[in-house]
C-alpha cells in the first residue's frame, strides 16, 4: 500500500521569505514522487518529480524538492516567494511495484503568500 | 496537443438522473484515470484503466462506471446520481511509470 501525508493545511509565508510546505510518503517498494500545483477553477499542474538520481529536484517557477529516504519526505522549497504562488500543492507518490501506475495524493496544503 | 480534454464543464442533476462524464487525450497515453476532489480529502481514484480494454476499481468506485471506449477516451458513468457525488471530477493519463501524469481541466458536478 502507499500513503502520502501533508501535515499542514494551510502555510502562510511573507512575499520575499522562502517557504516549504512539507510531505512524508509511505511505500513498500521505491518511491516516484511528485509535486502538482492547483489554482483556482483550475486542473492540476506538475511541478516536478522524483524518480532516481539526485535528491535535489528542480521543477516549475522556481520550485525546488529534496528526497529524504531515510525520512521519508519530499519537501517542496522555493527561496523567495511571490504573491503569485498562493494556491493549493499536492504532493503524490506512486511505488515502482505498484498496478496500474497509481499515484496517491496527499490531503493538500494550501500556501498563502502575503505582500 | 490539447492535452486531455473533458466534457462538459459543468452540471446540475437532480437525485436518480442518469449521466456520463467524457475525457479524452491526445497523447497516446496507455492508462487513463479518473478521480474525484473533495474539500479537505484531496483527489481520490474512482477507477483506472491500464490500458486499453482494461478497467479497475480505485479507492471510492462505489455508484460510478467507467468505459475504456479506445486508447483516447475514458468515460465515467453515474447511473443514479446522489447528493453524495456532488464533486469536482478530474480525468488524467499517462504514458508509463516513470512519467508525469497529465489532468484535464475538470468537471464540476453539483447533484441537487
Known amino acids: 500500500a502507499q500513503s502520502v501525508a501533508q501535515p499542514e493545511d494551510q502555510v502562510n509565508v511573507a512575499e520575499g521569505n522562502p517557504l516549504t510546505v512539507k510531505c512524508t510518503y509511505s511505500v513498500s517498494g521505491n518511491p516516484y514522487l511528485f509535486w502538482y500545483v492547483q489554482y483556482p477553477n483550475r486542473g492540476l499542474q506538475f511541478l516536478l518529480k522524483?524518480?532516481?538520481?539526485?535528491?535535489l529536484v528542480k521543477g516549475s517557477y522556481g520550485f525546488e524538492a529534496e528526497f529524504n529516504k531515510s525520512q521519508t519526505s519530499f519537501h517542496l522549497k522555493k527561496p523567495s516567494a511571490l504573491v503569485s504562488d498562493s494556491a493549493l500543492y499536492f504532493c503524490a507518490v506512486r511505488d515502482d511495484g505498484g498496478a496500474g501506475n497509481m499515484l496517491t495524493f496527499g490531503g493538500g496544503t494550501r500556501l498563502m503568500v502575503k505582500p | 496537443n490539447a492535452g486531455v480534454t473533458q466534457t462538459p464543464k459543468f452540471q446540475v442533476l437532480k437525485t436518480g438522473q442518469s449521466m456520463t462524464l467524457q475525457c479524452a487525450q491526445d497523447?497516446?497515453?496507455?492508462?487513463m484515470y479518473w478521480y474525484r476532489q473533495d474539500p479537505g480529502m484531496g483527489l481520490r481514484l474512482i477507477y483506472y484503466?491500464?490500458?486499453?480494454?482494461?478497467?479497475d476499481k480505485g479507492e471510492v468506485p462505489n455508484g460510478y462506471n467507467v468505459s475504456r471506449l479506445n486508447k483516447r477516451e475514458f468515460s465515467l458513468r453515474l447511473e443514479s446520481a446522489a447528493p453524495s457525488q456532488t464533486s469536482v471530477y478530474f480525468c488524467a493519463s499517462i504514458r508509463g511509470q516513470q512519467e508525469t501524469q497529465y489532468f484535464g481541466p475538470g468537471t464540476r458536478l453539483l447533484v441537487l
Open positions: 522524483y524518480i532516481t538520481g539526485d535528491n
Open positions: 497523447m497516446n497515453h496507455n492508462s
Open positions: 484503466s491500464a490500458s486499453e480494454g482494461t478497467t
